[in-house]
């Protein structure tokens, strides 16, 4: 074969493909250090790609092409425990599942080893005790609840422990679960976009509920049980949110005067004609609208129709600051918080 055909089928190829392809800045630091002393001749263009390929493999021995993405097994173990899946955590480190199911074979991971080996009748026991305390858990929150007590249990085995233990109240949520087609909702990535808003349905006796949710991970940022629904406590309870994950790139929430300092915070540290605090009606504010539902179900329903039923009986008065006061220095605003910090760690389950 003559040089110019060789140099033009098979050399240049070979050399542009690893100077702009695989390895663009270690070939041209060793394009940088021949080029002082050698003319590029058609012997030059032939040692520079060994010595090329001695470069990129001397770090990979026996090994070409481009370097292996590190995954640690605990990163995955850890993942996996948290409830994510193969493919999500592929897409996390922008790799093939196949990639992950390497890694985990690497480590010796197994999906199947991670989740609890407990009976039938201790997960029944385990489901009813929560059943207690949230009659309006479904199976997604069951699991969540059973997580955070330390028990990884498969979807279907809580969802035949919820039937074997509530068979009617079972039937009773699937009958009242009407799914609404919305639009599609997306953000480009965590922080970008944090939903605020408040909640009244506790209002009458005084009670308020402070929540803010990240828009992509739906994440519950903050949800704090309050007495008063001023500008002061909006913006504390965002403060300590932003302390703990960081600083949002925008929020967006109703035109209530009570968000009026986050606004503020939020154009100080952003600047000025950005959208950095983002306002409309609440009925639109999707991410935040949709975690309310939770924490009504979850957690205010239980104290909603408790304090009607003692008004009821004569035993509450909404109208008397005595037992106003009462109610909020009683133990209900700490059994409101520690509902709320057990649902937080839970977040919400659907779009």
């Keep these: 074969m003559k040089w110019s055909v060789y140099r033009e089928t098979v050399v240049f190829p070979k050399i542009v493909t690893r100077i702009y392809v695989i390895e663009p800045i270690r070939c041209w630091n060793v394009w940088e250090n021949f080029l002082p002393y050698q003319a590029p001749t058609p012997v030059w263009l032939l040692t520079f790609l060994k010595v090329v390929e001695e470069r990129l493999s001397s770090d990979r021995p026996g090994r070409v092409g481009r370097p292996a993405v590190e995954i640690p097994g605990e990163a995955i173990e850890g993942y996996l425990m948290y409830g994510l899946h193969v493919k999500d955590i592929a897409a996390l480190y922008g790799v093939s599942r196949w990639t992950v199911h390497r890694r985990m074979q690497q480590c010796g991971l197994k999906v199947s080893e991670l989740y609890s080996g407990i009976d039938n009748t201790e997960l029944d026991r385990l489901v009813m005790e929560i059943q207690r305390e949230h009659p309006q858990c479904g199976y997604r929150m069951m699991r969540a609840f059973l997580q955070a007590s330390g028990h990884l249990i498969q979807f279907f085995r809580v969802r035949e422990s919820l039937h074997r233990v509530d068979p009617e109240g079972t039937q009773l949520r699937a009958l009242a679960n009407r799914t609404l087609h919305r639009r599609q909702y997306s953000v480009p990535g965590p922080n970008c976009m944090w939903h605020i808003d408040g909640n009244h349905k506790l209002i009458r006796w005084r009670f308020v509920i402070h929540g803010g949710i990240d828009g992509f991970s739906r994440l519950v940022v903050y949800l ?128």
């Design 224 to 351: 704090n049980a309050a007495t008063n629904n001023n500008a002061t406590t909006v913006l504390d309870a965002f403060l300590g949110a932003v302390s703990q994950y960081g600083l949002p790139s925008r929020v967006r929430s109703d035109k209530g005067g009570e968000n009026i300092e986050v606004a503020q915070f939020m154009v100080q540290n952003h600047g000025e004609n950005r959208n950095s605090h983002i306002t409309g009606r609440s009925v639109h504010n999707q991410r935040i609208e949709r975690l309310w539902r939770d924490v009504y179900t979850q957690v205010l329903d239980l104290f909603h129709t408790l304090f009607y039923h003692l008004e009821m009986t004569g035993l509450l008065n909404p109208d008397d600051e005595i037992h106003i006061f009462l109610l909020c220095i009683g133990p209900f605003p700490s059994s409101y918080n520690i509902s709320l910090t057990l649902l937080k760690k839970h977040g919400t389950f659907t779009d």
